[in-house]
Structure formats: C-alpha cells, structure tokens
C-alpha cells in the first residue's frame, strides 16, 4: 500500500514546482525529492513526477487558468487541476496535503478560452512567429500533442530477437505492446514503468527509442561492412540503431563533444551486442576522410520532444536558440568532412523549427560547393512518435 496520499502527492509536487521555478532543474529538483522522502514507494514517486511534468507541459495554461499573476508551485498545480472534479478533496488540509484554495483563488479561477495563442499553446512568446513560419497551419495540432504526455515506444534490437521473440518476452513481464510502422518500433500499451525491469530490456532483446528516433537511424541507409560515425551519440540510443542495422559487421565510431553523455553507452552496447569504439577529442581527426556515414544528431531546442523534456521549453531563449543554430551549421559542414569520397552523411534533429533544420542545410549549401541535400524529411508529434527532421548530405 502507498505511504503517500494522493493530496500529500499534490503538496509534493507544489515544493518540487516551487524549486523549478526558482531556477533549479526539473529532474535535478524530483531526484532529490525521493532522496529526501524514503518514505514515499515507486507509485508515490512515479504520481509526482507526472504530477511535476503534467504542470511543465502546461505551464502558461495553467498559470493562466489558476488566474495567479505570480507564478508559483500552488499556482500551477492549482490552474492544472481546476476542472478535476476531486480537485477540493486534494486540497484538503490535511497534514501532508496542500490547504483548502481560499475564497479568492476559488474566485480567480478562469477559463482557457481568451487566453493568447501561446498561452493556449503552452509555448514561449519569442516563438511563435517561428513556429507559425515552420508549421503553417499544422502549428496547433502538433503543439497540442506536445501539451500530453508522451506515450512509450521500443526499439527491437535485431541484433538478439526478431520483432516476435520481442514481444513475447515482454508478455512474460506482462507487459503489452502494439506494432508502430516501421520494422522494430513498438508502443507499450501497458505497464510502461515495468520495462526497465523487463528481462526483454535486461537482455537486450529491446532498448527505449521513440518511433521518430527510429525513422532517423534507419534514413542512414547503413550495412553491414560499413565504417560508420555517429557524430554526436549522447546516451547512445541512435548509436546502437546504426549497430544493429550494420548486424555488428564493420567499424561503428561514437563521439559527443560532452564524453559524460556517453557514459553509459558501453554498458549498453555490451547488453544490446553492439561492438562501438568511443573516440575523444584527439582520436577524432583519425577518421576524417574514412566514413561511409556520419549521422548528426545535432544539438537542439528539442521542441519535438517537449513533451519527454517539457522544462527545456521553458529555459530556451533567443540568445540559446541562436547558440544552437550556430553549433547545428558547423556541425553540418564539418560532417562532410569525415566522409569517404561516395559516403553520405544525415542531419538530424528532434526540432520542428525551420530556422534549425532546413535553413541550416540552405547555409551550408551556401557555403560549401557541390552540397546536395536530399530526402528531407518531416515528422509531426503524434501518438505514433516524437517532432523529428532529417535529412541526407552528400559532398558531390
């Protein structure tokens, strides 16, 4: 039985809220809350954490709704709950739950509809012009999505399991899944939370991957034989895509200017059978001019994928937006250069924003001679995957 009452979750999530708008991390602020509450099992833990990210997803609407000028923890879960019909219960004023909403904030409370656009939306003001130039008249419908919480997608490794092996092992755990389009993406229909657990994960027969993810590493075009470089590999996930297309047969290269985000990518490879050589600062040069693919995953706003990161929406600004636009054109041009003559390279980004994807590859084909950008591709939010963009390069 739960230690933790559903209003004491409630008071939880206001602290943990109350810190993320001061400034604090999202994920930083949750993990030392269950540090600090022993006390609290992993149901308590996982209904704050969607408590904590229900109210980032929504953060404007729900200030909005919670009609509280100054943002605050108590604002936000308030704004968030205001049509939950048990909303008063979990107010209740019990030990370990938030107190009763006053006379005013009762009164305060106000509808969605009126609200501006990016209020509505749940997005920074600064962007909506890019969004509408980048979206048209998909704007709303792909942000709505973002405003929900992400559903949970697998790849099966093909390395250790066809896609039916796959799904029968999860079913030993008891977990259910369906098939998404494409060959290895699948969406957990039930006991999400088990998988991680699952022997179908500890073994490797599956890894955690959105659909978009998938498409991405499979736009590479990679076999086995190839000598392949994943140019900005962070935890790995697309890394160990490539491996498994290339069945472990050829050279597969990993390297992120930040070595800490790989940390835990040889320990994955070890589970998925993936054999990948790590490569720092001074072993990179080595393989210029050598790569049959290079895949960049650059860095981005990850508007795409708010729903997964929804505190990230709330720390970009122009100033950062144009960071990583500027680190995205390098990255684009310095891909080519890592490639065999013949070989191809894909840009890559978990973006929905034009000023990240296509203008980045009209730059470098204004800047570097015989460029050819081909297969541009763009995948909109939705139950089936996360906002991604890609596209192939080729030095003619």
């Known amino acids: 039985a739960s230690a933790v009452t559903p209003a004491a979750r409630v008071a939880a999530a206001i602290t ?43 953060r404007r609407s729900a200030l909005w709704r919670s009609g509280q000028e100054t943002e605050t923890g108590r604002a936000l879960v308030t704004g968030l709950l205001a049509d939950l019909s048990e909303r008063d219960a979990l107010f209740d004023g019990s030990a370990h739950g938030p107190s009763p909403l006053s006379a005013a904030e009762a009164h305060a409370l106000r509808p969605l509809e009126g609200a501006p656009r990016p209020v509505r939306l749940d997005v920074p003001d600064f962007l909506e012009e890019e969004l509408e130039r980048s979206l048209e008249g998909a704007l709303e419908p792909a942000l709505e999505v973002l405003r929900s919480r992400a559903e949970v997608h697998l790849r099966v490794n093909t390395l250790k399991a066809t896609r039916e092996a796959a799904v029968a092992a999860l079913v030993e755990d008891e977990i259910e899944v369906e098939a998404l389009p494409g060959p290895t993406a699948l969406r957990v229909t039930r006991n999400p939370r088990r998988v991680a657990a699952s022997r179908a994960y500890r073994d490797g027969l599956v890894e955690l991957q959105d659909a978009a993810s998938q498409a991405a590493a499979a736009a590479a075009a ?14 790995g996930g697309k890394t160990l895509a490539l491996g498994a297309a290339m069945a472990a047969k050829g050279r597969l290269y990993a390297y992120d200017l930040y070595p800490a985000r790989m940390k835990s990518l040889p320990e994955r490879a070890r589970r998925a059978g993936v054999s990948v050589s790590i490569l720092d600062r001074r072993e990179l040069p080595r393989v210029l001019g050598s790569c049959d693919v290079v895949f960049v995953d650059a860095p981005c706003s990850g508007s795409g994928a708010w729903r997964r990161s929804p505190d990230a929406k709330w720390r970009l600004t122009p100033d950062s937006l144009a960071t990583l636009v500027a680190v995205q054109k390098r990255l684009a041009a310095e891909a080519l250069g890592y490639l065999r003559p013949g070989g191809h390279a894909v840009y890559a980004t978990c973006s929905l924003l034009s000023a990240e994807n296509a203008d980045v590859l009209a730059d470098l084909q204004t800047r570097a001679e015989g460029v050819a950008v081909s297969g541009e591709t763009r995948l909109l939010p939705s139950s089936d995957q996360d906002g991604f963009f890609f596209a192939t390069l080729k030095q003619m």
Request: hydrophobic content about 50%.
């Open 16 to 58: 943990i809220l109350d810190e993320i708008v001061a400034g604090h991390p999202a994920e930083r602020c949750l993990t030392a809350w269950a540090r600090a509450s022993r006390f609290a099992g992993s149901r308590d833990r996982a209904a704050v954490r969607d408590l904590v990210f229900d109210a980032l997803r929504r």
């Open 222 to 235: 990679v076999v086995p034989g190839m000598t392949v470089l994943d140019l900005c590999a962070g935890g």
